[in-house]
């Protein structure tokens, strides 16, 4: 009699499952009552016991930083730096995507603020995209590219989107368009013609 095979690729998508759904609970539950939530209830809400979920996760607060990194806006990418590239309509890209992105769930995202940005991606993103304007000529005189970064970072933030955003009363494609025009006095960017 041989001995029952183990089936690495059942097992893996089994706890990829389980993964998703204490993510999908977390959701839940830190919507409802925010990040100070159990994870007893999020256990309990996912249909797993609370030693599961350190098991996937660790901590509280990495299961919250996971959660913040699964529902942030992701850049599909840096930037190319090419010299054909129009960093003008990348930052407006970027700003388009990110209000369209932080629509989806105000009430999580505003929950989740403070777990915003762990990973740092973004802010490679926003430094390549500070590069690149400066590159082409779009920043106002004596802007550093530290300053630009900054002002990209802040202008798709959560925070200064649902300021803008209104709870609803304003769609997210006029949010972008006020965006812009504020990227353009702070980065002193051509109008467009």
């Not at 499952?17 to 839940?28: D, K």
């Not at 590069?131 to 990209?152: F, N, T, W």
């Not at 649902?162 to 949010?175: E, I, N, Q, T």
Request: charged residues 25%.
């Amino acid at each position: 009699m041989s001995p029952r095979g183990y089936r690495l690729g059942r097992r893996q998508s089994e706890v990829d499952r389980t993964r998703s759904a204490i993510l999908a609970a977390a959701r839940q539950v830190v919507t409802e009552h925010g990040p100070a939530a159990s994870v007893g209830k999020v256990a309990e809400r996912a249909g797993v016991s609370r030693i599961t979920v350190y098991n996937q996760f660790g901590s509280k607060e990495r299961l919250l930083e996971a959660l913040a990194a699964g529902v942030a806006p992701r850049s599909d990418g840096a930037p190319a730096a090419s010299s054909g590239s129009d960093p003008r309509a990348e930052l407006s890209r970027r700003i388009g995507q990110s209000s369209t992105a932080w629509s989806a769930d105000p009430s999580l995202y505003r929950r989740l603020e403070a777990h915003q940005g762990w990973t740092g991606k973004e802010s490679e993103h926003d430094r390549a995209l500070a590069e690149m304007l400066g590159a082409h000529d779009q920043l106002r005189p004596g802007c550093s590219l530290k300053e630009a970064e900054d002002v990209i970072g802040i202008l798709t933030s959560f925070a200064v989107f649902d300021r803008l955003h209104k709870g609803g009363r304003r769609s997210p494609s006029a949010v972008a368009e006020i965006l812009m025009r504020m990227a353009g006095e702070f980065l002193a960017l051509p109008s467009q013609t």
